[in-house]
């Protein structure tokens, strides 16, 4: 009776009354795992001069915006229902402001020695950085805009690599 998705594959989610459980993953090897996700945020050229000249009435919304993006990737079980705690071993974020082109390019790697994966951590990290800064530029740009959150690879655990390498 338990869920299934679309392929009838039973959902690792849900036990067999359908109801919403934590999958144990006691028995899974130990393995270093990675995972790197993705975010941009537009906004115009005189915004994004301001974000990278640190001169947004608010603060330096570029290192505010990595902080708040480690902090989101060490608290991912606390705000992702069912996501297991895992023991971080590094989160870096990175953005990268194009004046010409008006966007902020964010780009968020979380490391572990777990048995489960970090890609939740990563997406978690990217998510809030992205909203830090939308927080951060609203006082000069009401319409910026937050896109193109994703996963871009995850390496490590039983399922290998998935993804893009550099």
Known sequence: MGGRDPQGERLTHLDDR???RMVDVGAKDVTDRTAVASARVIVTPATAALLADGELPKGDAV???RIAGIQAAKRT???IPLCHQVA???VDVDLDVDR???TVSIVATARAHDRTGVEM???TAVS???LTVYDLVKAVQRDAVVTDVRLERKTGGRSGDVGTAD
Do not use: F
Request: no cysteine; charged share 10%.
């Open 18 to 20: 359908g109801a919403a």
């Open 63 to 65: 290192a505010l915006a």
């Open 77 to 79: 079980p606390e705000l």
């Open 88 to 90: 971080l071993t590094g």
């Open 100 to 102: 010409a082109a008006g």
């Open 121 to 123: 951590e990563a997406l």
């Open 128 to 130: 809030v950085a992205a």
